[in-house]
């Protein structure tokens, strides 16, 4: 069965620092790929997506994810993080255009000051 | 470009009780999915609706169910509430099928 994997339940990063989130996913093709980012009592807010072309994207908020196939793996990265990025990240998958969205089970971000 | 909204963004009902909550997604956009999200389980796929047509159905008991308007809102019901629908469910629409999902801020029940 298709599933996404964040291996982390919860990283801290100092600000300032340079964060890594990891996110893994088994398929057997190349899936269509997201992060969303969930602050506190709010909803989820897309962050980026790979559908094909480029394998480094580029998001908002400064963020940015590198697929590769070879690993099965699409991690976020940013090079400075900001207090406010302090909230919930999701790593989600859709296996191609007729399926729905396979969701990890987040990375929930802490920044030290 | 107004986002999507959900009615009520909260709501307290009893054990055995039964609910409402609406979702109004973006203009334009046709596919409107629901979510189930708890500290335990995380994010779970309710269903999706795509022209007033349940496209997509996870794995939840029938006293969950759902329909889409003409003019793409949504509504999903709960019956028979029990204390573990306790949850925040979130509403999301896109254009189509797997395009981007835009979320709501989502209706907090609890269930008591």
């Known amino acids: 069965a298709q599933s996404v994997t964040q291996p982390d339940i919860h990283i801290t990063v100092s600000e300032g620092a340079s964060l890594e989130l990891r996110c893994n996913y088994s398929?057997?093709?190349?899936?269509?790929l997201f992060w969303y980012v969930q602050s506190p009592g709010q909803g989820l807010q897309l962050l980026l997506k790979?559908?094909?072309?480029d394998t480094l994207v580029q998001g908002i908020k400064g963020f940015e994810a590198e697929f590769k196939r070879s690993q099965s793996s699409f991690n976020l990265r940013k090079p400075s993080v900001h207090w406010s990025d302090a909230a919930e990240y999701f790593c989600a998958v859709a296996p191609g255009s007729n399926y729905q969205l396979i969701w990890g089970a987040g990375t929930k971000l802490i920044i030290k000051p | 470009k107004a986002g999507v909204t959900q009615t009520p963004r909260y709501l307290i009902k009893t054990r055995g009780q039964q609910v409402t909550l609406s979702c109004s997604p973006i203009?334009?956009?046709?596919?409107v999915s629901w979510y189930q999200q708890t500290p335990g389980q995380g994010l779970q796929f309710l269903f999706e609706y795509f022209s007033e047509t349940q496209r997509n159905k996870g794995n939840f008991p029938g006293r969950f169910s759902g329909r889409q308007f003409s003019n793409s809102r949504s509504e999903m019901n709960v019956s028979t509430l029990e204390l573990g629908d306790s949850a925040l469910y979130l509403c999301a629409s896109s254009k189509g099928h797997n395009y981007e999902q835009y979320f709501g801020p989502g209706t907090r029940l609890t269930v008591t």
């Open positions: 790979y559908f094909s072309g």
């Open positions: 203009s334009g956009h046709r596919s």
């Open positions: 398929y057997g093709a190349t899936p269509y």
